[in-house]
């Protein structure tokens, strides 16, 4: 018989995909020798005193189990009751207020509050200021966030493969998350003013000097602020997951001649699909927080190519027209939920050929 069959009807084989019978012999043992011990207990008695000893056994059976069940109750309450203080906050501060902004994007105003449908998702889709900000925005993020990604993941295989100096590299990328942002914005202001260092660099090379945060390469400026803030944490995330891969799979792969190419397009792509998906999501979340660099850089009405969504609900927000705010933000929502749920389902499938 060979070793799968010998593991499969022993439940001792190796291979985990063959499933572990129990031990039968052994269940039966146990089974004979508390019959045995019954059988004595119960001998020399009456039918009657035989009877109530039986009874006797099954209420301390249920009482034991009963006991066990209001311990798990008791345990489930006090779970609860630790994370009631959390769910409060979240329902106070997130929930709740959501609900607030759904409810006002389908009244007229937060005074009179008249049904008016779709009215206010209709004007804001026609508005030219939304529709310039979601471009601006959805640019942007198609952009910079593939850059993060491709980037990262290159710094992170590049610190895996045991290069010189490679803490002295990896406390470089993670230096921009120390730093606070009005003091980014600081340099970066001296580096991309119109007499800034950059435009000293280029003149000498017979360049003309470019009022970079007032032409349409302001984006340029912005994408390599990005990138620098972001590249440092993501590169932590890739590294991790690089670590985790079983090393047992790559030393096979080695062993199978396979190329370096092959073995990180074959193997570590496959178990960084979760990693990948994570990353994702937070530099999408960060690209549509970028709005903060911009504003510090430039105030409420930046250059056209600068003008994202953040600056159409802050400006919004100031002339108190909370309808539009709200369906704007709704609008938002939506455009964030659908590019989620679609990394998700890519990555789902992704595990699942994994697993397979």
Same mark, same amino acid.
């Given at each position: 018989?060979?070793?799968? !069959?010998?593991?499969?009807?022993?439940?001792?084989?190796?291979?985990?995909?063959?499933?572990?019978?129990?031990?039968?012999?052994?269940?039966?043992?146990? !089974?004979?020798?508390?019959?045995?011990?019954?059988?004595?207990?119960?001998?020399?008695?009456?039918?009657?005193?035989?009877?109530?000893?039986?009874?006797?056994?099954?209420?301390?059976?249920?009482?034991?189990?009963?006991?066990?069940?209001?311990?798990?109750?008791?345990?489930?309450?006090?779970?609860?009751?630790?994370? $009631?203080?959390?769910?409060?906050? @979240?329902?106070?501060?997130?929930?709740?207020?959501?609900?607030?902004?759904?409810?006002?994007?389908?009244? %007229?105003?937060? /005074?009179?509050?008249?049904?008016?449908?779709?009215?206010?998702?209709?004007?804001?889709?026609?508005?030219?200021?939304?529709?310039?900000?979601?471009?601006?925005? &959805?640019?942007? #993020?198609?952009?910079?966030?593939?850059?993060?990604?491709? $980037?990262? &993941?290159?710094?992170?295989?590049?610190?895996?493969?045991?290069?010189?100096?490679?803490?002295?590299?990896?406390?470089?990328?993670?230096?921009?998350? *120390?730093?606070?942002?009005? #003091?980014? /914005?600081? /340099?970066?202001?001296?580096?991309?003013?119109?007499?800034? $260092?950059?435009?000293?660099?280029?003149?000498?090379?017979?360049?003309?000097?470019?009022?970079?945060?007032?032409?349409?390469?302001?984006?340029?400026?912005?994408?390599? =602020?990005?990138?620098?803030?972001n590249l440092g944490y993501n590169m932590i995330?890739?590294?991790?997951?690089?670590?985790?891969?079983?090393?047992?799979?790559?030393? @096979?792969?080695?062993?199978?001649?396979?190329?370096? &190419?092959?073995?990180?397009?074959?193997i570590k792509l496959r178990y960084l699909s979760?990693?990948?998906?994570?990353?994702?999501? *937070? #530099?999408?979340?960060?690209?549509?927080?970028?709005?903060?660099?911009?504003? =510090?850089?430039?105030?409420?009405?930046?250059?056209?190519? &600068?003008?994202?969504?953040?600056?159409?609900? %802050? %400006?919004?927000?100031?002339? =108190?027209?909370?309808?539009?705010?709200?369906?704007?933000?709704?609008?938002?929502?939506?455009?964030?939920?659908?590019?989620?749920?679609?990394?998700?389902?890519?990555?789902?499938?992704?595990?699942?050929? !994994?697993?397979?």
């Amino acid at each position: 018989m060979s070793g799968k !069959l010998k593991g499969f009807f022993s439940g001792h084989g190796k291979d985990d995909k063959f499933i572990k019978l129990p031990d039968f012999k052994q269940k039966a043992a146990d !089974l004979r020798e508390g019959a045995g011990r019954l059988r004595e207990d119960l001998k020399g008695k009456t039918a009657r005193e035989a009877a109530l000893s039986l009874l006797s056994r099954v209420r301390d059976f249920l009482r034991d189990d009963s006991e066990s069940g209001y311990h798990t109750s008791r345990h489930s309450r006090i779970s609860w009751l630790f994370i $009631l203080p959390s769910l409060i906050g @979240v329902c106070l501060f997130f929930f709740i207020p959501f609900l607030v902004v759904i409810y006002y994007s389908f009244v %007229n105003n937060p /005074i009179q509050h008249h049904f008016v449908g779709l009215t206010n998702y209709i004007r804001v889709a026609g508005n030219s200021a939304f529709k310039l900000a979601a471009g601006n925005t &959805l640019i942007f #993020s198609f952009v910079s966030v593939p850059l993060a990604v491709i $980037l990262s &993941l290159a710094l992170a295989v590049m610190m895996d493969s045991r290069i010189p100096f490679r803490s002295t590299f990896r406390t470089m990328f993670l230096t921009p998350m *120390m730093v606070p942002v009005a #003091s980014v /914005i600081l /340099i970066w202001e001296v580096l991309f003013h119109y007499h800034g $260092l950059v435009n000293d660099l280029t003149a000498a090379f017979g360049m003309a000097p470019i009022d970079w945060m007032k032409s349409n390469q302001a984006p340029i400026v912005i994408a390599t =602020l990005f990138q620098w803030k972001n590249l440092g944490y993501n590169m932590i995330l890739f590294m991790a997951g690089l670590a985790s891969i079983p090393r047992d799979i790559l030393e @096979v792969a080695r062993l199978e001649s396979a190329s370096s &190419l092959q073995i990180f397009l074959r193997i570590k792509l496959r178990y960084l699909s979760s990693t990948i998906v994570f990353v994702t999501v *937070m #530099s999408t979340i960060n690209s549509f927080k970028v709005f903060r660099e911009i504003y =510090l850089m430039t105030g409420n009405y930046p250059y056209d190519t &600068l003008y994202m969504l953040q600056h159409f609900m %802050n %400006n919004t927000f100031n002339s =108190l027209d909370y309808q539009k705010l709200s369906a704007a933000a709704i609008l938002m929502s939506l455009i964030m939920i659908a590019i989620i749920a679609v990394m998700f389902i890519a990555e789902n499938r992704i595990s699942r050929d !994994l697993e397979y």
